[in-house]
C-alpha cells in the first residue's frame, strides 16, 4: 500500500521567503510522486510530477520539488514566496499501475506581508 | 481551459433525495476515471474508480448501493447519491487520467449540502 505524509498542517513563511513543504511517501514499487495546489472553494490543480528520470522537478508558479528516494521524500520548495501562493498544497503518490492517486492530508501555506 | 468539467458546482437537496453529479472530460477520451470526497478542511478521500463499461471499482469502507458510479462513455461518468443524508454534505472531486498526456485531470468539484 501507499501513503503520503505531509509535515504540518499549517506553515506561514513571509512574502519575499523561502517556501519549503515536506513530503515523505511510502511505496512498494517506484513511485509516481505530484504536488496539487487548491485554492478555497476550488478544484486542484497540478503544481509538478516526478515520473522517472531528473529528479529535481520544475513546476508552475516557481515551484520546485526533487525526489529523493534515499529519504523517501518529495519536498516542495519556492525560493521567494508571494501572497499569492497562499492555499491549501496537496502532496500525493501513485504506483500508475491503475492511476490510483493517494493524497497526503494537506499543508495550508499562509504568507505574511 | 478547463479539461474536466463536473456539474452542478453546488447542490442543496433534501434529506433522502437523490443527487446526481456529472463528470466530463472535455478534449480526450476516459476510460477511467475516478471520485473524491473532501471534507472541509481535509485532504481527499478515493471513493471509487469508474470503468468505463464495466462495473465501478469501490474502495474499503464506500457503500457501492450509497454511491452509484456509472461510465456510460469515454467521456462521462457519473456519481448519484442515492436517499442522501446530512452525513453525505461534501465536496465531491471528480478526475479523469488522459492517457495520451499520462496526466490526470481533475474537475473543479461538486458542493453538495444535504438538509
Known amino acids: 500500500a501507499q501513503s503520503v505524509t505531509q509535515l504540518g498542517s499549517h506553515v506561514s513563511v513571509s512574502e519575499g521567503a523561502l517556501v519549503l513543504l515536506r513530503c515523505n511517501y511510502s511505496s512498494s514499487v517506484p513511485p509516481y510522486l505530484f504536488w496539487y495546489v487548491q485554492y478555497p472553494n476550488q478544484g486542484l490543480q497540478l503544481l509538478l510530477k516526478?515520473?522517472?528520470?531528473?529528479?529535481l522537478v520544475k513546476g508552475i508558479n516557481g515551484f520546485e520539488a526533487e525526489f529523493k528516494k534515499s529519504e523517501t521524500s518529495f519536498h516542495l520548495t519556492k525560493p521567494s514566496a508571494h501572497m499569492s501562493d497562499a492555499a491549501e498544497y496537496f502532496c500525493a503518490v501513485s504506483d500508475n499501475r491503475d492511476d490510483k492517486i493517494i493524497f497526503g492530508k494537506g499543508t495550508r501555506l499562509h504568507i505574511l506581508p | 481551459g478547463a479539461v474536466v468539467s463536473q456539474h452542478p458546482s453546488r447542490v442543496i437537496c433534501k434529506s433522502g433525495t437523490s443527487v446526481k453529479i456529472e463528470c466530463r472530460s472535455l478534449d480526450f477520451q476516459a476510460t477511467t476515471m475516478f471520485w473524491y470526497r473532501q471534507f472541509p478542511k481535509q485532504s481527499l478521500m478515493l471513493m471509487a474508480t469508474?470503468?468505463?463499461?464495466?462495473?465501478?471499482?469501490?474502495e474499503q469502507g464506500v457503500e457501492k448501493d450509497k454511491f452509484l458510479i456509472n461510465h456510460a462513455s469515454l467521456t462521462l461518468s457519473t456519481l448519484t447519491v442515492t436517499s442522501a443524508h446530512p452525513e453525505d454534505s461534501s465536496f465531491y472531486i471528480c478526475?479523469?487520467?488522459?492517457?495520451?498526456?499520462?496526466?490526470?485531470?481533475f474537475g473543479p468539484g461538486t458542493r453538495l449540502l444535504v438538509l
Open positions: 469508474s470503468n468505463e463499461g464495466s462495473k465501478a471499482t469501490y
Open positions: 478526475s479523469a487520467t488522459n492517457r495520451v498526456q499520462e496526466t490526470q485531470y
Open positions: 516526478y515520473t522517472t528520470g531528473a529528479t
